[in-house]
Structures are given as structure tokens and as C-alpha cells.
């Protein structure tokens, strides 16, 4: 088991509706990406945060937001929910180096499944 | 832009039998690449990267993957499959100079049974 946890394990909500997801880093990681895992599928990129600011952000629009705390945890806002929001999200830890090239490997939490009704 | 592919949705082997899971990929320049596996409503876990080196990388739960250039591919191998090795794998890649981040591109997963 990786020491990246994650809250809250299951969520339904309505269409329309907004969802805070919260991620905590693995101690000594500095760097958290967010993923989207829909069934049957392989996680998709949706951003990183590095030092508290974005650092890279996938295909995904301005409605999901995220913030990364000076503790190095994260949350992951989803506004104006979707039915096709509906999936796993996964949160990844990581110790960034800053400089261009860094090998650093992901750790991932169990995720929060999400369903939109 | 970079991306993976996994040819085979699902792949059956005996226990005790060596087993393969492919991955071929496409990234610019020399590549970083992983190995995950997902058990059911699991995270991911890792596994083993390749960043540089050796083409024979060895990993956790007695894993090893072969870096192929030439044919830009990352299979996972291992000698002696196990019943508890059945879950979903994941290859991902990313490019070795991103100018900050650290996107994972992943492939859509094989899941390997294992059967008695």
C-alpha cells in the first residue's frame, strides 16, 4: 500500500450538482496529478499540481479545478456534474525534483468512485 | 503527443507457465515507461519503470519488463505466473522533457487470469 489516501471512497450526486474530491500525498511527495478512470478504460490525465500551482493539465474542461495546499494535499472540484463525470479518480503522488526530466515515479490512492445521477 | 497500446484486452495463462503482456508505444525522443496494476476497486500499484539503462528491468512481485526500441515496445514478463498475479495491468509512457509536469499516458489495460 502506497501512504496516498484518499476521500471520500464513494459519491453519488445529481447532474448539475458540484463534488470536492480530497487527496492526501504520500509523505515527502511535493507533486499530485489527478486521473480519470472510466469504466473500462485506463486513467486519463486531468492536471497536476506542483508547489501549489497547476503544472499541466490534460483535455478536460474548466469545470474541474483543482487546489494544492502548502501540506502538499489536493482537492479536485467538479462543477455543473455531468453524467459522463461518472468514474473512478485517482490521485497520484509524486516527488518532483523541478528540473526538466525528472524521473519520478506516481503513486496512486484507491481513488473516489463517483456517480452522477 | 505520446500514446500506448495493448493489443490483447485479456490474456489467460496456467499457473506455474511464463507469462507475456504486451505494450507497444509512441512519444517523442527516448522514452520514461511503467508498468501498473489494478486489483478490483483498487488504486494502481506500481510495479517497475524504465527510464535509461538496462533493457531487462526488474520490478516488484517477481516482474521484469523488456525495453525494445526498435520495435517500441515494454512487455511484461514473468517467469512462473501465480493465481494472485490475476488482475488489470496498465503500461503508461511519458516523454523524458516535459517542461514541467509529469503526464502519464496510459494504455486501456490487459487483464491478466491466471488459472489453476
Known amino acids: 500500500e502506497t501512504g496516498v489516501t484518499q476521500s471520500p471512497t464513494h459519491l453519488i450526486k445529481t447532474r448539475g450538482q458540484q463534488v470536492t474530491l480530497r487527496c492526501s500525498s504520500q509523505s515527502g511527495h511535493n507533486t499530485v496529478s489527478w486521473y480519470q478512470q472510466a469504466l473500462g478504460q485506463g486513467p486519463q490525465f486531468i492536471f497536476q499540481y506542483y508547489r501549489e500551482e497547476e503544472n499541466g493539465r490534460g483535455n478536460f474542461p474548466p469545470r474541474f479545478s483543482g487546489l494544492q495546499f502548502p501540506n502538499y494535499s489536493s482537492e479536485l472540484n467538479v462543477n455543473a456534474l455531468e453524467l459522463d463525470d461518472s468514474a473512478l479518480y485517482l490521485c497520484?503522488?509524486?516527488?518532483?525534483?523541478?528540473?526538466?526530466?525528472?524521473?519520478?515515479?506516481?503513486?496512486f490512492g484507491p481513488g473516489t468512485r463517483l456517480t452522477v445521477l | 503527443a505520446q500514446s500506448v497500446a495493448q493489443p490483447e484486452d485479456q490474456v489467460n495463462v496456467a499457473e506455474g507457465n511464463p507469462l507475456t503482456v504486451k505494450c507497444t508505444y509512441s512519444?517523442?525522443?527516448?522514452?520514461?515507461l511503467f508498468w501498473y496494476v489494478q486489483y478490483p476497486n483498487r488504486g494502481l500499484q506500481f510495479l517497475l519503470k524504465?527510464?535509461?539503462?538496462?533493457?531487462l528491468v526488474k520490478g516488484s512481485y517477481g516482474f521484469e519488463a523488456e525495453f525494445n526500441k526498435s520495435q517500441t515496445s515494454f512487455h511484461l514478463k514473468k517467469p512462473s505466473a501465480l493465481v494472485s498475479d490475476s488482475a488489470l495491468y496498465f503500461c503508461?509512457?511519458?516523454?523524458?522533457?516535459?517542461?514541467?509536469?509529469?503526464?502519464?499516458?496510459f494504455g486501456t489495460g490487459t487483464q491478466l487470469k491466471v488459472e489453476l
Open positions: 503508461a509512457v511519458r516523454p523524458p522533457f516535459t517542461g514541467g509536469g509529469n503526464k502519464l499516458t
Open positions: 524504465y527510464i535509461t539503462g538496462d533493457n
Open positions: 497520484a503522488s509524486s516527488l518532483a525534483t523541478g528540473l526538466a526530466g525528472s524521473t519520478d515515479t506516481q503513486y
Open positions: 512519444v517523442s525522443g527516448n522514452p520514461y
